[in-house]
């Protein structure tokens, strides 16, 4: 089956260039500033413009790195050509500029080249390097493979370097010549040796529109001085893509034009809306033996550099408060209405401190949009509510921006109440962990009175099904126990083997079973905990105590043979031989032998060795701290 379209030409609706390109070939100005910037791309110098006229046709030309046949066909002939991904974000000098710095390129999608059919369609591109010239014919056209075509016209030998656009109508296009030096004088200034003529008149600070620059000595010693050029885009244009600071030395750009070019980063944040307003220029020529040789900074060492720079900070920040005044009014005025209530609910004092604490936000922190400002505000009203007060402040200010960030990051995964509860319920078996090591190290430790306590808050160690909620101390069963074995019944009753020893602890906690329709039915596990005075050495008899209160228990009815029974025998020594645990009815009982060395450590790392991790905690330290250690126990964690 043959294509539909084999032997069907391609056609291009008529308004497909200027939606695939927009402004670029819409906009005169537009269309102006990325013909410039492709030259700015190609390591250009010098730039030369004839301007349209009713006598004259547009020509632009350059002294960049030109390009081969082969280059423009790459780039011209392919849509959507990606400038870096082929080429990198930097563009670096031609062989004849030794010690020049690459430059940041503009462009990015390929989309520029289309502007010259804003000024002449058809028109001429001439191209060279590598000693030929070239000249090519474009031309819009709707049944190409092309929205228009290229055609080879020319070709000679040549010393020749740059790239050319020779218009071939002659007319206006609602924008005189003095108007595009002005629009140019917004977006390339900064870098000094970028040079752009129009009608022969090279593009100055004078061009720039009236109110839109301005100039102020800064004075740095008694003997330099440097001349700060302050320009302001909204009054001249938006669209400029070079701002921040730039310095200048013998005019020659000394790195790049940014705002990182002071020590204190916090002068401006490159994403507010006021770092994409205003550029600073520099010119400080007695930093010339300051300057890195490949011209990217100046020495790090330089007390003259350093000097210059602070002074120089200070007057830009000065600056930017001076120009943004208006705004901070403005952002302390819409918190002060959209919390009116809030404020009215705070004595008078702590009024005024939010209101003059607010201005010096705002001063020290000219990097924070109005957004961020009143969040802080936010936080800050809050915090004269709050019983607390500014606790919270001071813990952050001894933080390290990188806890700063992952408490953020924590803030976003968990709400304060969650993490809350999680931290808690961590410090808890923490303390835990750190009793147990010290009672069980501590030969006058009363097991009944101290140590079940602590082993009932501890099941968790002895495996996740313990975990259960359902899963709790069971008064009843111990209480039953205690009157079988505990001499509160009559002396023929009990078996002379039946007793309670005197050196241990015993504690029953069960969780229930349920039938199909809800119902309780009686204990589905059962687990014994049996403390032993340290000394008592774990072995068959005291397994078999406890498998004695099994079978007491099941012939009392509380528990059957399918109960799941867990027994633990703690003690500090294990006798030889007997650290298998013991099994009755079918595996349904299982009786082990524990050291409470084992117990805890077992604990440790149920606990994913927190412990160690957060030996440093204050709620640690703290606890630790309040509790006193007979000597031969020594450190309460270290025995965890």
């Not at 909204?234 to 400029?240: N, P, S």
């Not at 020495?299 to 000097?307: A, G, I, V």
């Not at 001076?322 to 918190?335: G, P, V, Y």
């Not at 294990?574 to 299982?590: C, F, L, Y």
Request: glycine residues 6%.
């Amino acid at each position: 089956m043959s294509d539909l379209f084999e032997n069907v030409p391609l056609t291009y609706d008529p308004r497909f260039l200027e939606d695939h390109a927009g402004s670029i070939i819409k906009d005169p100005t537009t269309a102006l500033v990325e013909l410039v910037a492709n030259a700015w791309d190609a390591y250009a110098t010098r730039v030369d413009i004839t301007w349209p006229s009713d006598t004259q046709a547009f020509e632009i030309k350059d002294n960049g790195k030109g390009m081969t046949e082969e280059e423009l066909n790459a780039r011209w002939r392919r849509f959507n050509y990606n400038r870096v991904s082929e080429l990198g974000e930097l563009t670096d000098p031609p062989e004849d500029l030794p010690g020049h710095r690459p430059r940041r390129a503009f462009g990015r999608n390929g989309k520029g080249r289309y502007a010259a059919f804003c000024f002449s369609s058809p028109f001429d591109v001439e191209i060279g390097k590598d000693g030929l010239k070239c000249r090519f014919r474009l031309n819009r056209t709707p049944h190409l493979p092309l929205p228009f075509s290229i055609e080879k016209v020319h070709e000679e030998e040549s010393q020749w370097r740059g790239f050319r656009i020779l218009g071939e109508e002659e007319r206006p296009v609602g924008m005189s010549a003095d108007m595009a030096r002005s629009v140019l004088s917004t977006r390339f200034l900064t870098n000094p040796e970028f040079e752009v003529y129009v009608e022969g008149q090279k593009v100055t600070f004078a061009d720039l529109p009236e109110h839109g620059v301005e100039t102020i000595p800064v004075q740095i010693d008694a003997e330099n001085s440097v001349e700060m050029v302050v320009i302001d885009s909204e009054k001249t244009d938006r669209t400029t893509k070079q701002h921040g600071i730039a310095w200048w030395v013998n005019k020659r750009l000394v790195g790049e034009c940014n705002w990182r070019n002071f020590e204190d980063q916090s002068v401006l944040d490159g994403r507010r809306e006021e770092a994409k307003r205003y550029t600073f220029i520099l010119k400080a020529d007695h930093l010339k033996p300051d300057v890195l040789a490949d011209w990217s900074g100046f020495k790090p060492d330089s007390e003259n550099w350093h000097s210059t720079r602070s002074a120089c900070e200070d007057a830009v920040r000065a600056k930017l408060l001076d120009l943004t005044a208006a705004k901070r009014a403005q952002t302390k005025n819409e918190w002060i209405e959209d919390h009116a209530s809030l404020r009215r609910s705070l004595p008078k004092r702590s009024q005024a401190k939010l209101s003059d604490t607010m201005d010096a936000l705002m001063e020290k922190c000219p990097s924070l949009g109005s957004t961020q400002v009143q969040q802080v505000m936010d936080v800050l009203a809050n915090m004269e509510l709050a019983e607390s007060q500014y606790a919270l402040l001071e813990k952050m200010q001894s933080m390290k921006p990188e806890d700063i960030d992952n408490w953020n990051d924590i803030l976003d995964r968990w709400t304060t109440e969650l993490a809350k509860e999680a931290l808690d319920e961590i410090e808890k078996r923490l303390r835990v962990l750190a009793d147990l090591a010290a009672k069980t190290s501590d030969k006058t430790t009363d097991e009944v009175q101290e140590l079940q306590p602590l082993f009932e808050r501890s099941l968790w160690i002895f495996g996740p099904q313990f975990e259960s909620i359902e899963f709790t101390s069971n008064k009843g069963i111990t209480t039953v126990i205690r009157e079988l074995f505990g001499g509160e019944e009559k002396a023929e009753t009990i078996r002379p083997d039946f007793v309670v020893m005197p050196d241990s602890s015993i504690g029953f906690y069960s969780r229930p079973g349920y039938d199909d329709d809800g119902d309780q039915t009686g204990c589905a596990v059962l687990s014994i905990v049996e403390l032993k005075k340290p000394g008592v050495a774990l072995g068959s008899k005291e397994k078999d105590q406890v498998w004695k209160y099994v079978k007491a228990l099941e012939q009392r009815g509380y528990i059957s043979r399918h109960t799941k029974v867990f027994g633990h025998v703690l003690g500090d020594r294990i006798a030889a031989g007997e650290d298998e645990p013991r099994k009755e009815w079918s595996d349904n009982v299982v009786i082990k032998p524990w050291l409470y060395a084992n117990f805890i450590s077992q604990g440790e790392k149920r606990m994913f060795q927190l412990k160690d991790k957060l030996a440093n905690a204050p709620f640690l330290q703290e606890y630790i701290d309040s509790k006193p250690l007979a000597p031969e126990q020594g450190n309460l964690l270290d025995a965890v």
